[in-house]
């Protein structure tokens, strides 16, 4: 069961229990869908992805969110998401 291929945003949002102004971890962004829903339910995100051209292209895809402060994009590989926090 590939959680990042079948949740729906509502599920993804039901299941984690979003809350506003919280943050939330996204270790592997790619296209930035469940990060949308996450920031769209009002929580926070801190992205990560090894591969630049997901930071690039969610840097305008969710460029008001990254204005407002409620995203932060780290290009980074998530096997070791402590580090890419304290960057």
Known sequence: ???NLTLKDA???YLLKIQKNSW???CTL???GHARAILNA????LGIDQDQDAINFNHQ???KHLKIN???LVKDNFTNP???VHK
């Not at 009002?42 to 995100?45: I, T, W």
């Open 42 to 45: 009002g929580g926070q995100v």
């Open 82 to 84: 402590s580090v890419s």
């Open 1 to 3: 069961f590939d959680l």
């Open 24 to 26: 939330y971890l996204d």
């Open 30 to 32: 790619g296209g930035g």
């Open 70 to 72: 409620k995203l932060i």
């Open 61 to 63: 895809y969710l460029l």
């Open 11 to 13: 599920e993804l949002i």
